[in-house]
């Protein structure tokens, strides 16, 4: 028998683009009598926003479980990147790496840990006073609401007792410029929360993750979802800001994986917008041998695409469904 412990294998690479092969390699969850080990890659651990707010996340619940959390490999420049971003703070690991706050500034908003409405309104003025997008408003408007949106989710469904571990990072020096958003809780998990109203989200993961992303399902029975104007369409919303612009969307929960994967936008080619997300011919979905115990939401936005977001804002929502009905296509012009 394989001899399982609760820890996380950071490879050189844990980003989206290798999402498949890090969950593969990981069982996080599996056994709570040994310590808990975060392992690095000895060289080089490169670690997006996904991977760091999944360690975090991962870090509150060995906490809750009693559990002291040791960190192998702590060498080379890449551990200068993980302290910046607070994880091993997080972890409650000692870590001797000399910060300077000011680092921050313009290049990303490190992990913060979000369990009230109030550290949620914090968390979205930090990604203005950080991010440093004055120069794309409109890029900025989109980061602050799929950031909203993704951490809300968590505080009103998820039942998480640490809350939500967000994340973002700019990429400016790249083109096209984007910002990735990465929102981890260890709580509930999307298939007990739908299945208390959908029967079908207790026995399969990946139909609880279709229903999720599907708007007016998870805000139908719990009340207004986002905003007034947007009940049970966040996630959906989110994914249709990542399509825009040609961005990632990660949605993990339980035994289940689902992936936007990028693409080309050309001005005037016309996209295509799946209400259900599972008929996207981009999308990527996974069976998880060892489940994520509670949800992982990533979204990367291509800011420069986005000229006036209030615009695209207004066209995504005019194209939800008046009522609950069978899933279609929709297109973006």
């Known amino acids: 028998m394989k001899d399982f412990k609760p820890a996380l294998e950071i490879p050189n690479n844990a980003s989206i683009h290798t999402l498949k092969s890090f969950l593969a390699m990981n069982a996080p969850f599996s056994d709570t009598l040994t310590p808990a080990v975060l392992q690095l890659h000895p060289n080089w651990a490169h670690m997006d926003p996904m991977a760091l707010a999944m360690s975090a996340a991962w870090g509150g619940w060995c906490h809750r479980n009693g559990l002291a959390i040791q960190v192998e490999n702590m060498v080379g420049q890449h551990i200068n990147y993980a302290a910046r ?84 990072q700019r990429y400016s020096a790249k083109d096209p410029k984007r910002v990735s958003i990465a929102v981890a809780d260890c709580g509930l998990g999307i298939s007990q929360h739908l299945g208390r109203v959908y029967p079908e989200a207790l026995t399969d993961n990946g139909t609880a993750l279709r229903l999720a992303m599907q708007p007016g399902i998870t805000g139908a029975h719990r009340g207004m979802y986002g905003t007034p104007d947007n009940a049970g369409a966040g996630l959906f919303i989110t994914r249709a800001i990542a399509k825009a612009t040609g961005g990632y969307f990660v949605l993990v929960s339980g035994r289940a994986a689902f992936r936007l994967r990028r693409s080309n936008i050309n001005r005037g080619v016309q996209l295509q917008l799946f209400l259900d997300a599972f008929a996207d011919p981009r999308a990527d979905r996974w069976k998880l041998d060892d489940a994520w115990q509670g949800t992982v939401a990533a979204v990367e936005i291509v800011t420069e695409q986005i000229s006036n977001f209030p615009s695209l804002f207004k066209w995504i929502r005019s194209q939800l469904p008046a009522k609950k009905t069978a899933a279609g296509k929709i297109k973006f012009t």
């Not at 091993?88 to 000011?102: A, Y």
């Open 85 to 168: 971003m607070r994880l091993f703070q997080h972890l409650k690991v000692p870590c001797d790496v000399s910060l300077k706050e000011h680092e921050e500034a313009g290049r990303f908003v490190p992990l913060t840990q979000v369990r009230t409405h109030a550290e949620l309104a914090t968390a979205i003025a930090n990604v203005s006073a950080l991010l440093h997008l004055d120069r794309e408003p409109a890029g900025l408007e989109a980061v602050r609401y799929c950031v909203s949106e993704l951490i809300r989710n968590v505080l009103e469904h998820s039942a998480s007792q640490e809350g939500a571990y967000v994340c973002a």
